[in-house]
Nanobody, 123 residues
């Protein structure tokens, strides 16, 4: 069973950085692909980045690569999203998700989701 809890969101200014965390309280974290999505009001859920359980293979959405960095620590059952040079258009609820099999950038394929953490970027 996978149970995901995000943390690290908040209110920041444009240009600031944040690191989001996603902790899995279950026992099978290391066997899942972990990903980060975001959802702004009135918009569809948007893929940002995903990482294989081995921590080596990663995949980023075009607009995320360069400013967003995904990582994981299997010993701590935790995934991270480092976000740099934040912009007001990055304001959204950020969610982590876990996948065993499927397409990494497709939200519908993810089996487990956290509740989300709000990130607000002021100009």
């Amino acid at each position: 069973q996978v149970q995901l809890v995000e943390s690290g969101g908040g209110l920041v200014q444009a240009g600031d950085s944040l690191r989001l965390s996603c902790r899995d309280s279950g026992r099978t974290f290391s066997s899942y692909v972990m990903a980060w999505f975001r959802q702004a009001p009135g918009k569809e859920r948007e893929f940002l980045a995903a990482q294989h359980w081995n921590g080596i293979r990663t995949y980023y959405a075009d607009y995320g690569e360069g400013r967003f960095t995904i990582s994981r620590d299997n010993a701590k059952n935790t995934a991270y999203l480092q976000m740099d040079n934040l912009k007001p258009e990055d304001t959204a609820v950020y969610l982590c998700a876990a996948l065993q099999r499927g397409t990494w950038d497709q939200a519908k394929d993810y089996e487990y989701w956290g509740q989300g953490t709000q990130v607000t970027v002021s100009s």
